[in-house]
């Protein structure tokens, strides 16, 4: 034949196809945000839980400052709107 190894074909194929899934698994993990978001969140629960239970007074002090903040940011809102409709 013409130098053509059938086994050799196999292997390379085989190799070829090895490093296709590797490439496709990688591009997955990059790829898919919505999973990217949900380990991202996972982790935010988990080090807001650790947080909790290591320091509560601290975490206690925080949740009320979001809590503030927020309400200033609501407040501000309901005024700005109540004075144009003046």
Known sequence: MSGWN???GVADAAQ???ELYDTLT???GRLNYA???DDSVA???RRI???KEQNPLVFAAGV???AVAAGLVVWGIA???SRRLR
């Open 6 to 8: 059938r086994e050799q």
């Open 16 to 18: 070829a196809r090895t």
């Open 26 to 28: 990688q591009l997955q």
């Open 35 to 37: 999973q990217r978001i």
């Open 43 to 45: 982790d935010a629960k």
């Open 49 to 51: 839980a650790a947080e």
């Open 64 to 66: 009320a400052g979001v």
């Open 79 to 81: 005024r700005a709107v």
